[in-house]
């Protein structure tokens, strides 16, 4: 299975330290947020890495290089423009080939396994939700007896499995992965799970704190 890391955002809700770095390469504990990911999927038996870029792109290239100090392959999608999510995925599809593959966005921080993501895919999707943060106290989807529902209850965490086929009718261009994963859950092809473990979404000054702290200052 390949892994797919996004970090093709702005992030304009951390300048100004984005403006000149681009958000995967902005340090939490002394280490680039994207590198957690890296040798996470390198722990959980990944060896092939895609991740698409825009802004500052050439900087995420210049620093990570072919992924070979971290045990890992790293193929590059890059994008003149972002394309949002789904098209960013749909944009990178021709590097993924077509098994399942993992996504995990890029400008999160957490403690999850990827190991146990790695078996079969039951149907289109399989998302990794987590209790609601205070900055999204809604939500976004349900989990009810492992299928995934369009009924706010629990926060998408960024990290998922999907199969090429749920963008079979995309189009290219940028466009949103939600509406994908909605018309999927509405016949019953996204399965999911509850993480309960360390979570954090890395978007603004305060969550990057939130992270440093958690991490307890280690590199």
Known sequence: M??????????ERMRPLTLTTPKPLIEVAGKPLIEYHLQALARAGFSEVV???AWLGQQIEDALGDGSRYGLS?????????????????HALPLLGEAPFLVINGDIWTDYDFAGLRGPLAGEAHLVLVD??????????????????????LTYSGIAVLDP???????????????????????????????????????????LAEAEQLLGGRG
Do not use: C
Not at 75 to 89: F, H, K, R, V
Not at 143 to 153: E, F, I, K, N, Y
Not at 180 to 196: D, I, K
């Open 74 to 90: 790293i193929e590059y999608s890059a994008e003149g423009e972002p394309l949002e999510t789904g098209g960013g995925i749909r």
């Open 165 to 207: 086929a749920l963008f079979a009718d995309s189009g290219s261009g940028a466009f949103k992965l939600a509406p994908l994963l909605r018309r999927a859950m509405g016949v019953g092809q996204v399965t999911g799970e509850h993480y309960q473990g360390r979570w954090v979404d890395v978007g603004t000054h305060e969550r």
């Open 2 to 11: 390949k892994a797919m890391i996004l970090a093709a955002g702005k992030g």
């Open 51 to 53: 991740i698409n870029h």
């Open 132 to 153: 609601n943060p205070e900055h999204h106290p809604q939500g976004d989807f349900a989990l009810v007896d492992g299928q995934v529902r369009d009924q706010p209850s």
